[in-house]
């Protein structure tokens, strides 16, 4: 089933869909250059003229839509997103024999009927994401989001990727670049508190679990901006993912995990996310 959208839609603000009505902030000014927001039905995106993807995608996330969600069976086919201009595409050719899956920022699982989640499958919430996190740890992730919306009713998501400027791999014709990490933050108002999930894009991919300040320190993006630092400072309790950060932070292999990221820069601030493990 095509989908047909207005071009009206690179006007959208779809203020209801972010924490107190304010998007994401990219920090980083260069990064804000070349950038449109676009809404749809359950979540906004950032899509970025350099990596012709997401920046970031975030939705409100209900126990209401869940159940919803759960009734929808689940049917979409990955295709570029026509409300952008050419340069801003990716094409399925960029992912064809590339050897990454595409990854889903906001995943279908999360979208309440069938339109919402035929358009998760829109390439402008998709990044290359290596099979092993794609299909192992980041599920792990998203089924732990869910649980958390369903236990309080309402949180607010912002998922993304992250990139090591110093190593920045690309596929396609399209040159779309390889995130080194792809990060999920929630805001649970229930409870008034914040926490993020951030995993690994690599072969041996793991998890962990960190603070929304670290991870605005970490990606240069800002999942909350309306809300105090007082709140991203601090982790809520948050529900596990299929392997616990405890267990990681004990795996001999971690120190070699963070050397595949490459730069010094990057290995410091994810030394600091295993540091802020929460147990």
């Given at each position: ?9 690179l ?5 209801a869909l972010?924490?107190e009505?304010q998007p ?9 250059i070349g950038?449109?927001?676009?809404c ?11 990596s012709?993807?997401?920046?970031w995608?975030?939705?409100d996330l209900?126990?209401?839509n869940l159940?919803?969600?759960d009734?929808?069976r689940?049917?979409?086919s990955f295709?570029a997103?026509?409300?952008?201009p ?8 960029d ?5 990454y899956?595409?990854?889903h ?16 499958f ?10 092993e996190?794609?299909r ?9 989001v869910r ?25 396609g014709k399209g ?23 951030v995993c690994l ?10 603070s929304?300040?670290?991870l605005?320190q970490l990606?240069?993006?800002?999942p909350?901006?309306?809300?105090p ?7 809520s309790a948050?529900p596990?993912i299929?392997?616990?950060p ?17 730069s010094k820069?990057a ?6 996310l295993?540091k802020?493990?929460v147990?």
């Open positions: 089933m095509a989908l047909i959208f207005s071009t009206s839609a006007a959208e603000t779809c203020p972010f924490a009505g994401p902030a990219i920090l980083r000014e260069t990064a804000r950038t449109v927001q676009l749809n039905s359950g979540y906004a995106v950032l899509v970025s003229e350099a012709k993807g997401p920046l995608s975030a939705e209900t126990e209401e159940e919803i969600a009734r929808t689940r049917q979409g295709s997103d026509g409300r952008l050419f340069r801003m595409q990716a094409t399925l050719n992912y064809r024999a590339s050897g899956d595409r990854g920022m906001t995943p279908s699982g999360d979208e309440a009927g069938l339109r919402a989640q035929q358009e998760s829109l390439l402008s919430n998709i990044i290359p994401q290596t099979a996190l794609n192992g740890p980041w599920e792990g992730v998203e089924s732990a649980g958390w919306a369903r236990q309080e009713g309402e949180i607010f998501v912002v998922t993304g990727p992250g990139y090591d400027p110093d190593d920045v791999r690309t596929i040159r779309i670049p390889v995130p080194a990490v792809t990060w999920k933050a929630i805001y649970d108002p229930a409870v008034n508190g914040t926490g993020a999930y894009n690599t072969h041996r991919p793991t998890c962990r679990i960190t929304v300040a670290l605005t990606v240069n993006i800002d909350f901006p309306a809300l630092s007082s709140i991203k400072d601090h982790v948050m596990p299929r392997e616990t405890e267990a990681l932070s004990k795996q001999p292999q971690a120190r070699e995990l963070l050397r595949e990221w490459g820069a290995q410091k601030a994810l030394k600091a295993i802020a493990l147990p």
